[in-house]
């Protein structure tokens, strides 16, 4: 089975991550001119798309271990249906 590349490389990652907390902090800065809304409101994004990224990473393992399953499901079935054809045609 091909391996497919649907997840998100933690280098690029790490680039939007840092481009959409610079990018908060600075838009919070000009609204508020608070530090401390600035801080609180960059931790807040932090912490969202790490969560973020954690639900994604176990969504891909959950997808993953489905089409296995699948997999294994059908491989099964096909050798049952050979078995049943072969013994009608034994009889």
Known sequence: MPTRRT???LRVFCIVLALFLC???VTVYVFLHSIR???V???AGWLLLQ?????S???LIWRSSCDQRDAQRSEHFGKRQTVR???REYY
């Open 57 to 59: 990473v176990l969504f």
């Open 85 to 87: 054809h072969r013994s």
């Open 41 to 43: 409101a960059t931790l």
């Open 37 to 39: 809304q600035v801080i």
């Open 7 to 9: 997840a998100l490389s």
């Open 51 to 55: 969560v973020a990224y954690f639900g």
């Open 23 to 25: 990018t908060n902090a």
